[in-house]
């Protein structure tokens, strides 16, 4: 199923769009914006897998174990990203 809806991109997203269809790797703008769309909704249902994952991990591990979190200590998310490698 498709739904019709008028969009408006940045000229750097529009033109490289524009360059993926002339290349024959989309049909249209439309569709590069749609797989780039499911690409990204599939990445960050990946990661927030990955996260819960690891949250489910470290809170069966016996309380001696546990590393106490310091106010201030970061972005946590990043911090996860870097240590598992995460691309983008």
Known sequence: MTVKQSTSFSDEAFTYAQTLVEKGE?????AAASAALIHLRDRREREATLFEAEILRRSALPADQWVEWQEGEGDLLAEYRAQRGAQE
Do not use: K, L, Q, T
């Open 26 to 30: 989309f049909g249209s703008v439309s």
